[in-house]
């Protein structure tokens, strides 16, 4: 099946030319939500063909920041969006995990498929974890991350005390890291687990869908 040109840009990294390509797409009638679904859909692809070898961080770097720039054009045409997410995030590692391998590029992906991500760094608290959430009222989907066996007992204090502050229900949870599996994030009560920076992107953006 032949790419359709805004494919192409986004896994180029064809900063200059995302703009003039929705335009043109946007003249013979094709809608925002279908536009920036379609460009997520490349940018999945892009994330897919790092992970497997095929292409360097820098092209992923590039097709992050013209597909970041794609939606920033393409969200305010939505009709109720007033801003240029889709919709907003906190990332953080658990309590005592200081290793950040691979976080950033979560970031990458999380912010390339048009979410507003806070992210709270290492070695973070349950209690920070809920004062995000609080303080961010946007926020609907929660990322926790444990590399190390002896930090996921900490994964689920944060999802204790997020349910215990009744702040469970305002928010979806992806669990992921080294030190978590398939079992072990459904034994914590998290909604989803993310093995990938790529597939925790995708997974964040259909749970905001189920929130909507």
Do not use: W
Not at 80 to 95: P, R
């Amino acid at each position: 099946m032949k790419k359709e040109p805004l494919q192409l840009i986004i896994e180029n990294g064809k900063n200059k030319e995302i703009i003039p390509a929705i335009v043109d797409a946007l003249s013979k009638g094709a809608s925002p939500v279908c536009l920036i679904d379609k460009m997520v859909e490349s940018m999945i692809k892009v994330g897919e063909m790092f992970h497997s070898g095929k292409i360097q961080v820098s092209d992923m770097f590039s097709s992050a920041q013209t597909i970041k720039k794609g939606i920033a054009y393409l969200t305010p045409l939505i009709e109720g969006k007033d801003t240029t997410y889709i919709g907003e995030i906190v990332v953080g590692m658990a309590q005592g995990d200081l290793h950040d391998i691979g976080k950033g590029l979560l970031i990458l992906m999380l912010e390339s498929v048009g979410f507003k991500v806070h992210d709270l760094g290492i070695d973070v608290p349950p209690e920070i974890f809920v004062d995000a959430i609080k303080e961010n009222e946007n926020v609907q989907v929660v990322a926790i991350s444990a590399s190390l066996d002896s930090t996921v007992s900490n994964v689920k204090a944060t999802i204790d005390l997020i349910e215990k502050e009744k702040l469970r229900d305002k928010v979806k949870i992806i669990v992921g890291g080294a030190a978590i599996s398939a079992e072990i994030a459904k034994e914590l009560g998290a909604d989803a687990f993310g093995t990938t920076a790529t597939l925790t992107a995708v997974i964040a953006k259909d749970l905001l869908s189920d929130l909507n």
